[in-house]
């Protein structure tokens, strides 16, 4: 006969919990906060009361597209836990000391371990406080190349690589599908890159791919939106509340802004300057409610965007919604 639990004995993990000098965040499968230690209320200025049940990236905000932010991807998603060790000049928390939010933030090295409860997948944070340690630069040589190895960062232009862009727009549209929300997405391609690459090399061919990637990521102006490589010379971006209306407008926007580099075109090419040709589909609860859908429907636009002399916009053939012509 198991012994009756008693409240004291319910509040005993709770008080140790409270007693770790680390800060302890636990996030369930939806990346919401279902634990909260009291290392973190004073360096954080957040009571456990105020952040309980909130997505991470909303209280922390700074986190999106960073490595913690890869780190608790790779956690839900793959069952893997990574140590994140601090980079110069940039904390991944912004804590500080206990009582000076005035001062410098607090150099942290964090962990984000995988465990699963009731056959649902968790992941802890726990966040040290290696201010002033001798051993900050023997951690980021340890750990640079398995960093590097899991990252959801495409090596060559910066922005996020397909993998992360997969996780992401799984997430987004599972959201999406609770909250009856909007959610849009773009498949980019440069025109006539393969002339481009032929007659400049692969070298140019490799910095005009930074150049697009760079500018199409700086052109989504909300943390929640999402640029990534997705394969070749091929980018997508992922806009979570946003309708296929609103998402030809942020197309057009990036196709022109493109165009306007007026960036020099091999001879071979249609245009004169580097082009894109972008294809858009937004979710539909009834026919575009799963990933591999969105892209096929957004592929098929891209393609129709081809077809149709490139530099331009189109949107899903079934949508009713037309195209944005080429200004």
């Not at 939806?30 to 209280?59: T, Y």
């Not at 959801?152 to 993998?163: F, V």
Request: glycine share 8%; with cysteine; hydrophobic share 45%.
């Amino acid at each position: 006969m198991n012994p009756t639990i008693s409240e004291s004995d319910l509040a005993l993990p709770a008080r140790i919990l409270n007693l770790l000098d680390c800060g302890v965040i636990a996030l369930d499968a939806e990346s919401c906060i279902v634990v909260w230690n009291g290392w973190l209320v004073p360096r954080s200025g957040r009571g456990a009361a105020r952040v309980q049940g909130q997505p991470l990236l909303d209280v922390f905000p700074n986190l999106r597209g960073s490595r913690v932010e890869a780190a608790v991807l790779a956690a839900l998603t793959e069952g893997t836990t990574t140590n994140v060790p601090p980079s110069s000049g940039r904390a991944p928390f912004p804590l500080r000391q206990a009582g000076s939010f005035d001062g410098a933030p607090i150099e942290q090295a964090v962990t984000v371990t995988p465990f699963r409860e009731g056959g649902e997948p968790y992941c802890m944070i726990e966040i040290r406080d290696i201010s002033g340690t001798a051993e900050r630069e023997r951690r980021l040589l340890d750990h640079a190349e398995s960093l590097r190895a899991r990252s959801y960062i495409d090596g060559l232009t910066g922005i996020a690589n397909r993998r992360h862009f997969d996780v992401a727009l799984e997430r987004e549209l599972r959201r999406a599908q609770r909250g009856d929300g909007a959610l849009a997405l773009l498949l980019v391609d440069i025109d006539s890159f393969k002339a481009y690459n032929d007659h400049f090399g692969h070298q140019q061919g490799d910095s005009c791919l930074s150049t697009v990637a760079q500018a199409v990521s700086a052109m989504l102006r909300r943390p929640a939106d999402l640029a990534a490589r997705y394969g070749g010379e091929e980018f997508a971006a992922i806009l979570p509340d946003t309708t296929l209306e609103q998402a030809l407008s942020v197309a057009e926007t990036i196709r022109a802004h493109i165009a306007g580099l007026n960036l020099e075109q091999a001879p071979a090419a249609v245009h004169r300057q580097v082009t894109l040709s972008i294809g858009v589909a937004a979710y539909d609860r009834t026919r575009l409610n799963e990933p591999a859908a969105l892209i096929e429907a957004a592929d098929k636009a891209l393609y129709a965007a081809k077809r149709g002399g490139r530099d331009r916009v189109m949107a899903d053939a079934d949508a009713t919604t037309p195209a944005v012509p080429a200004l």
